[in-house]
């Protein structure tokens, strides 16, 4: 079973960008769809934005559309969030996780992460 691992997360100040990475072990993410999550402190977890699996279709949450940007490199099995003009309201552990079906709700994704921690300080 594959397992994601993201990394990238940290400590910044509102307005800076970072860049997520999620990158697969045991196994591949080759043929799926990938999504990025975020879960902040008291709240559900909220979908970010998903990619196809060759990287042709992005969809994104109205949250961050125009902010973030999900990527993929597939030779090397990772995914990206590239994440700009971030907000105080954007401090979340962010999750990557693999798609076992269409869609961007929760139950569309299996195979996550353990998640990175962004903090944003105003």
């Known amino acids: 079973q594959v397992q994601p691992a993201e990394s990238g997360g940290g400590l910044v100040q509102a307005g800076d960008s970072l860049r997520l990475s999620c990158a697969a072990s045991?196994?591949?993410?080759?043929?799926?769809?990938m999504g990025w999550f975020r879960q902040a402190p008291g709240k559900e977890r909220e979908f970010l934005a998903r990619i196809s699996w060759n990287g042709a279709i992005t969809i994104y949450a109205e949250s961050v559309k125009g902010r973030f940007t999900i990527s993929r490199d597939n030779a090397k099995n990772t995914v990206y969030l590239q994440m700009n003009s971030l907000k105080p309201e954007d401090t979340a552990i962010y999750y990557c996780?693999?798609?076992?079906?269409?869609?961007?709700?929760?139950?569309?994704?299996?195979?996550w992460g353990q998640g990175t921690q962004v903090t944003v300080s105003s």
């Open positions: 045991g196994g591949t993410f080759t043929g799926y769809g």
């Open positions: 996780a693999r798609g076992r079906s269409g869609g961007t709700s929760y139950s569309n994704f299996d195979s």
